[in-house]
């Protein structure tokens, strides 16, 4: 089976993550080819299989009425038997879906909440455009988005399959050990740790405050932040609101090497749809404290694996927090043990895609 990916960038980013994973993970049984449309940093471009077809079609960022040809001919050219694409791709490639549906079949995965994304718009036309006109096959990733989906689209065709990840990879270990270890103020110091790009949706202004607050009460903790987009703006304000025991890393490529050395990973979003940084920390086998966003509502069994934030306020966020460091013990064997066997593998999530694709 010919598969093609199609993505707008492979910018460090949750979609961009699953597309190379799955790529990866096919290419070993199945024609993958990798469609990467505009001419942006590609974060993850390195980490692509070798057995993969990679194809950048170097589109310039912004609005050029070309690029709806550019990605025509480019599926022509491929003749692929699927063609599967992924977060703002869906845009660009909405004529060639509409006009190319009788000769290949066309799916789409759902990365975002659908009722903050995919319901007003342009993003709900182009929903109802490449289901009724170009015969979109759906996929959403986590029980609650299929539900929401579900509601907003009943006519049509979609499966739910849950995002999945390539298993851990320690790669720099003692480094990481060694940096994390010069943060702490001793061998009892809790390490959270929260993986996510600099973002208003992200909402780390409530990570921050809540932070400060606890460890303005006491508590033997620290928190690591890793992601892109912090030399901003926004950025400039967190950092000038965190308190010392907040540490910003910048971007890193060796993400479970830091979660293997943390006790807790912490999620402050306002809109998800199933989270990777949420998935990665539960193949690492730490818990995971979040707001209650679609996906993490799915992946997290509360006082089990990890605690969910009743609702988005700052006094509920410190409990939860203040709860999982009593509980810290309790909630890391719980998360190790579920991490064996778990489900959350990309070789199940990929089983799952064929199996969609052949139908």
């Not at 921050?208 to 304000?237: P, Q, R, T, V, W």
């Not at 709860?323 to 778990?342: C, P, Q, T, V």
């Amino acid at each position: 089976m010919r598969i093609l990916e199609i993505i707008q960038s492979l910018a460090s980013g949750g979609a961009e993550r699953l597309v190379v994973d799955l790529c990866n993970e096919m290419a070993n049984t199945q024609d993958v080819y990798l469609l990467i449309l505009k001419e942006v940093n590609h974060f993850y471009l390195p980490q692509v299989s070798e057995k993969v077809h990679v194809i950048q079609a170097h589109i310039p960022v912004g609005k050029n009425p070309k690029q709806f040809f550019i990605c025509y001919q480019l599926i022509n050219r491929i003749k692929p038997d699927i063609v599967h694409y992924h977060s703002h791709a869906r845009y660009t490639i909405l004529p060639a879906n509409v006009f190319l549906c009788n000769r290949y079949k066309f799916y789409m995965t759902i990365h975002s909440d659908v009722n903050d994304g995919y319901k007003r718009g342009i993003s709900r036309l182009q929903v109802l455009l490449s289901g009724y006109l170009g015969k979109t096959k759906f996929i959403t990733i986590s029980p609650t988005n299929y539900q929401q989906f579900k509601e907003s689209y009943p006519h049509f065709d979609q499966v739910m399959i849950r995002n999945g990840r390539a298993l851990p990879l320690f790669n720099d270990s003692h480094t990481v050990k060694s940096e994390i270890d010069s943060y702490k103020n001793d061998n009892n110091t809790i390490v959270f740790v929260h993986v996510a790009r600099c973002a208003e949706v992200k909402n780390q202004t409530l990570l921050i405050k809540a932070f400060n607050s606890i460890i303005n009460k006491g508590y033997n903790a620290i928190l690591l932040i890793i992601g892109a987009g912090y030399e901003s703006g926004l950025g400039d304000n967190l950092k000038s609101l965190a308190c010392t025991n907040i540490h910003f890393l910048g971007v890193r490529e060796n993400v479970y090497d830091y979660l293997k050395y943390s006790d807790c990973f912490v999620l402050s979003s306002l809109v998800e749809g199933m989270p990777m940084s949420i998935i990665e920390a539960l193949l690492s086998g730490i818990p995971v404290i979040s707001t209650p966003v679609c996906g993490a509502i799915d992946a997290i069994d509360n006082d089990i694996n990890g605690l969910i934030c009743p609702d988005f306020s700052l006094e509920n966020y410190i409990r939860v927090i203040e709860d999982g460091i009593i509980m810290i013990d309790k909630l890391k064997e719980n998360a190790r043990i579920r991490s064996i066997n778990s489900p959350w593998g990309i070789k199940f999530c990929v089983e799952q895609y064929l199996s969609w694709f052949k139908k």
